[in-house]
């Protein structure tokens, strides 16, 4: 039987679900350092699950976990010929994204934009949603960036 994995970045750590026919069958988060979560948590996950197809949150958020995450699925697609598919953050939540100081990404219009925040925002947990709707992952395979140039 063939799993689906679904990764989304977080500012520390990475959010993983695990699903079944698309229906939701595992979820957890593992804080720490981007790589290391991402490296332990395959290594488990594929001692136990044949994982044909990942989808993941593209951003916006972290750059570097946003890159890690980016080079690591792809790799993973390299090497065992696993199925990307992406989309972006605000599909599992609709709650402001730090991006730095007081500025925040949000979704509006289905745009992304960043917007200024008098109060700090607390970092939501992402939603995983029971089903897996694989068509909403349709974005590019490339991370989101949408940082202005300075």
């Given amino acids: 039987m063939f799993y ?3 990764l989304i970045p977080l500012r520390n750590g ?3 679900g695990i699903y079944k026919e698309c229906n ?3 979820q957890g988060l593992i804080e720490g350092k981007s790589l290391d979560t991402l490296i332990g948590l ?3 996950i594929k001692e136990k ?3 044909n197809r990942i989808f993941y949150a593209r951003g916006p958020g972290s750059l570097s976990a946003l890159k890690l995450l ?3 699925v792809h790799t993973l697609s ?3 010929g696993i199925k990307l598919f992406a989309t972006d ?3 599992f939540s609709e709650h402001p994204i730090l991006a730095f100081g007081n500025q925040y990404f949000i979704k509006y219009d289905g745009e992304i934009i960043l917007k200024a925040f008098d109060v700090k925002i607390k970092d939501k947990i992402p939603n995983f949603p029971q089903k897996l709707n694989d068509k909403a992952f349709v974005d590019p395979l490339e991370p989101l960036y949408v940082l202005p140039a300075v």
């Fill in 42 to 44: 395959w290594i488990k």
């Fill in 78 to 80: 390299i090497t065992s």
């Fill in 49 to 51: 699950y044949a994982i």
């Fill in 24 to 26: 939701l069958y595992k």
């Fill in 4 to 6: 689906d994995l679904l």
């Fill in 14 to 16: 990475i959010g993983y």
């Fill in 70 to 72: 980016h080079i690591f």
């Fill in 89 to 91: 953050n605000f599909y």
